[in-house]
């Protein structure tokens, strides 16, 4: 399934509110084009009518244009708790970016305008939604609410993401991770937007922490976030460079045709683990390519939506 985002494609992000809604107007039709048609997913106050339901509220003007039933939806109706986690540490902040413009994110650029996505289709599902940002601290935290007020202050954090200045955070990701399971008391569905880099490599804490996510019979999608060029393929060319961690500073000389082979190898066993241990644990896991565009994480939102 295609996004038509050709008028969007250069224009650097100065309205994160206004592009979301490009975008997910965009998705929606794209989806209405694709055999996703017909997908169980109701963007209107309406959802369909299973046999059985009382007929009392059948909406039957839509069943004149539509021979469908449906039944309206109310805003007072209970639905989904959603929870969104970004990981802001500075592997996030990476490629590094003078400017967020759509067709050039970095990470955290691409988290922030695909949780601004979700927002809005939170909007149209009636869902309420909470969110947590971490580095080497705690940075936000926001209960799960659904008003517009709620929404537009997420917004404003998530703005904050797009222009705050690179600095140096390291992250140890399960000890945030273990903070905000404790604070999602009510069943929710989660969704971590995480490079899955650590100056550690304690991968059992990790797991654990991650692990910790699912009490409480919550759902949670892993949205494993990177740059498929560089970090995965290692596409640089073979001049002499110094390669510098951005959250620890330790640097390495070396030409990138020397290691981009035994390089690659590790980085796909690293992705096919992560993968093997989320199955173990029920874990939603979803490798994102942050040059890739957003219709996969919407997707993923859309399915689980309908499992949860």
């Not at 994110?105 to 996505?117: D, E, H, M, P, Q």
């Not at 904050?160 to 903070?179: D, G, V």
């Not at 905000?180 to 654990?208: C, G, P, V």
Request: hydrophobic content about 30%; some cysteine; glycine content about 2%.
């Amino acid at each position: 399934m295609s996004i038509d985002l050709s008028n969007i494609q250069s224009s650097e992000i100065k309205n994160l509110d206004f592009l979301a809604k490009q975008i997910v107007e965009g998705f929606i039709t794209g989806m209405h084009k694709s055999p996703f048609h017909g997908f169980s997913v109701e963007f209107s106050e309406h959802k369909l009518y299973n046999k059985g339901e009382n007929t009392r509220h059948i909406d039957w003007k839509l069943f004149a244009k539509t021979e469908k039933l449906y039944i309206k939806k109310y805003e007072e109706e209970t639905n989904l708790r959603c929870h969104v986690i970004i990981d802001n540490s500075s592997s996030m902040h990476y490629p590094i970016q003078q400017t967020q413009q759509f067709d050039n994110l970095n990470k955290i650029g691409f988290s922030s305008v695909a949780t601004a996505c979700l927002l809005e289709v939170f909007k149209k599902q009636r869902d309420a939604v909470g969110l947590s940002i971490y580095a080497d601290t705690y940075e936000y935290y926001a209960p799960e609410k659904g008003s517009e007020r709620h929404r537009k202050l997420l917004l404003r954090q998530l703005e904050n993401l797009l222009i705050s200045p690179k600095e140096t955070k390291s992250t140890e990701t399960y000890t945030y991770l273990h903070e905000i399971a404790e604070k999602i008391h009510r069943r929710s569905l989660i969704f971590l937007f995480t490079d899955m880099f650590q100056t550690s490599e304690d991968q059992d804490k990790l797991f654990d922490a991650l692990r910790h996510l699912k009490h409480n019979k919550h759902e949670v999608v892993l949205f494993h976030t990177y740059d498929g060029k560089t970090e995965f393929n290692f596409d640089f060319d073979n001049t002499p460079r110094k390669y510098v961690d951005v959250e620890t500073n330790q640097e390495i000389d070396l030409y990138a045709d020397s290691i981009r082979k035994d390089y690659t190898n590790e980085v796909s066993k690293y992705f096919s683990t992560l993968k093997n241990k989320c199955l173990q644990y029920k874990i939603s896991y979803v490798p994102v390519n942050i040059n890739d565009g957003l219709h996969t994480v919407l997707t993923t939102y859309l399915v689980s939506r309908n499992k949860f």
